[in-house]
């Protein structure tokens, strides 16, 4: 069974560090991009990145481009966001998927989400 | 980049009724990039269409998917009570890039 097990939830001050963790099991791992979703309070889904965990290959969207930075370590089948200094408006919930391709590419499975608060 | 717009913003229905929502791309896309998801309250989004028109494994046959172009759209032909949530059309673009839509909300009327 495929499943994407997210880290719990975190409460930050503004300016702090932050990585969160997304762990796949009952696939290979390194065979799938895996993305990150930002859902921030009351809004919809905003992509934020994927990454390629069998050679680490990684693309943003240009919303998110350098202001977060995610990773994988295919050793322990886990991808990561990061934040060097977070923001109150970095307040969301951030969801994991996995990308399956047919035909072309989509999300199938979901993490079950980590939420962050941002508060001083 | 491809903009998602998907209408109604919400749709209220009685269970059993059909519920049609609509999303349209800013510019012809291929039907294989588009998919739905659902998203209930407090949970994570489930894909219930890939391709346009494939549902996902496990998804009734009361959910169908249809369009091409710049017009898809996502059908619940009998609504039962676990379908009152929202739903998200995407789009996959060009290297890797994703697109969301604001989403359907579907509530009980």
């Known amino acids: 069974e495929v499943q994407l097990v997210q880290s719990g939830a975190e409460v930050k001050k503004p300016g702090e560090s932050l990585k969160i963790s997304c762990k796949g099991s009952?696939?290979?791992?390194?065979?799938?991009?895996i993305g990150w979703v930002r859902q921030m309070p009351g809004k919809g889904l905003e992509w934020m990145g994927i990454?390629?965990?069998?050679?680490?290959?990684?693309r943003y969207s240009p919303s998110f481009q350098g202001q977060v930075t995610i990773s994988a370590d295919k050793s322990i089948s886990t991808a990561y966001l990061q934040w060097s200094s977070l923001k109150a408006s970095d307040t969301a919930m951030y969801y994991c998927?996995?990308?399956?391709?047919?035909?072309?590419?989509?999300?199938?499975?979901w993490g079950q989400g980590t939420l962050v608060t941002v508060s001083s | 980049e491809i903009v998602l717009t998907q209408s109604p913003g919400t749709l209220s229905l009685s269970p059993g009724e059909r519920a049609t929502l609509s999303c349209r791309a800013s510019q012809s896309v291929s039907s294989s990039s588009l998919a739905w998801c659902q998203q209930k309250p407090g949970q994570a989004p489930r894909l219930l269409i890939y391709g346009a028109s494939s549902r996902a494994t496990g998804i009734p046959d009361r959910f169908s998917g249809s369009g091409s172009g710049t017009d898809f759209t996502l059908t619940i032909s009998r609504l039962e009570p676990e379908d009152f949530a929202v739903y998200y059309c995407?789009?996959?673009?060009?290297?890797?890039?994703?697109?969301f839509g604001q989403g359907t909300k579907v509530e009980i009327k």
């Open positions: 009952g696939y290979s791992f390194t065979s799938h991009w």
């Open positions: 998927a996995r990308v399956e391709y047919s035909s072309s590419y989509y999300f199938d499975y």
């Open positions: 990454i390629y965990p069998g050679d680490s290959d990684t």
């Open positions: 995407q789009q996959y673009g060009s290297s890797r890039t994703w697109t």
